[in-house]
């Protein structure tokens, strides 16, 4: 079913693109941007909400694996409403409430054919390479889509879209996270860190975990850690294993890289797991074969999410037994400060873009 442009739609609109700049990009909010189409199996949404993620400053940085064209709209955790439908799409119509799963895979090959979504061989990621939610208005495809959960706001559900299934994937399908375990959430703070957190005391882990500052300590146990140690303190992989009676914990949950390796592997128990989905401050690290292999330490990857992970997630979210933690919400006009903020670490949970705020 194919519909005409609701009228509602002007045609250009705001975004905050990314612009070539020598060696790097640059940010700029345009007021002239032609709204998109709808194409075969897309629909159009109407911007709602729009969280900043790490992904965006790889992108504005030009450090993605792969370069992305400019000027480029990046916007990874979108929620919207549907303004206009394009053909063959079906179960959905103008005015639904969506969040976006943002793992964009072909549903054909072999891992998808298994549900390893996030395997799949001709994965993207919306809004790193498609056009995505920083503007008043984006095409998503209509498979992407899952109907707001009832009793979360635009918001709320965007703020979780990444990094509640990244966390869940981590933790229950890659490190099999069991009741009673010990688990080491590292950055606590951090959009994935908040629900880290909540999905291991949800799953019957003790949790310790990681801030950067005092108060970032005090939220991270307000989330309900049973341990919170300041990583600014050299000691602080010791005062986890004193913690643990000397033994150190079953799961590290890693996603900083080579600023926390070391003291992540000291902070591991005998036959633990460290999973990790990211490395910003640093992708190389060292391995003591000697240690790796005498203590059976089991070191895992985990990328993104399955759409398993994302229903799940959102399930438990709808149900309120996971909260979103949403630390400030801004206009398009203050994403270059708000990305500033993420780099210097002075966020707890997220930063939230509303495109209908002036
Ligand atoms: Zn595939």
């Known amino acids: 079913m194919s519909m005409s442009t609701d009228s509602t739609v002007a045609s250009t609109m705001r975004a905050v693109r990314v612009h070539a700049v020598e060696g790097h990009g640059r940010l700029q909010l345009d007021l002239d941007v032609p709204v998109p189409r709808a194409g075969p199996g897309s629909v159009l949404l109407a911007v709602k909400a729009c969280g900043l993620n790490h992904v965006d400053l790889l992108t504005r940085d030009g450090q993605t694996p792969a370069p992305v064209p400019l000027p480029h709209i990046s916007g990874t955790e979108v929620a919207g409403d549907i303004v206009d439908v394009g053909p063959d799409v079906r179960g959905w119509k103008c005015g639904d409430q969506v969040v976006v799963d943002p793992i964009l895979f072909c549903g054909e090959c072999a891992s998808c054919r298994i549900g390893d979504t996030n395997m799949c061989r001709n994965s993207r990621v919306f809004g790193v390479q498609t056009p995505g939610g920083y503007a008043q ?69 003790r949790v310790i975990a990681t801030a950067g500052s005092t108060q970032k300590v005090a939220q991270a146990q307000a989330l309900g850690a049973d341990l919170v140690v300041n990583h600014s303190e050299p000691d602080w992989a010791d005062q986890v294993r004193a913690f643990t009676g000397g033994r150190g914990v079953d799961v590290v949950f890693e996603h900083v890289g080579a600023a926390t390796w070391q003291a992540s592997l000291k902070a591991m128990a005998r036959g633990g797991r460290l999973v990790t989905c990211g490395g910003h401050s640093g992708f190389q690290v060292d391995i003591n074969l000697w240690h790796l292999f005498v203590k059976q330490h089991s070191l895992i990857g985990s990328f993104a999410a399955t759409r398993q992970d994302f229903i799940d997630v959102m399930r438990l979210a709808e149900q309120g037994r996971l909260q979103p933690v949403i630390q400030q919400v801004l206009p398009l006009h203050r994403i270059a400060e708000g990305q500033a903020l993420m780099q210097a670490r002075k966020v707890f949970g997220k930063l939230m873009i509303d495109p209908t705020l002036n």
Do not use: C, F, N
């Open 137 to 205: 208005y984006v095409v998503a495809p209509a498979r992407q889509l899952l109907a707001l959960p009832r009793g979360l706001t635009h918001l709320q559900a965007a703020s979780m879209a990444v990094t509640g299934p990244t966390a869940w994937h981590m933790l229950h399908s890659r490190a099999r996270l069991r009741m009673g375990e010990d688990v080491l959430v590292i950055a606590a703070g951090s959009g994935i860190g908040v629900l880290g957190v909540q999905i291991a005391k949800l799953a019957g882990a």
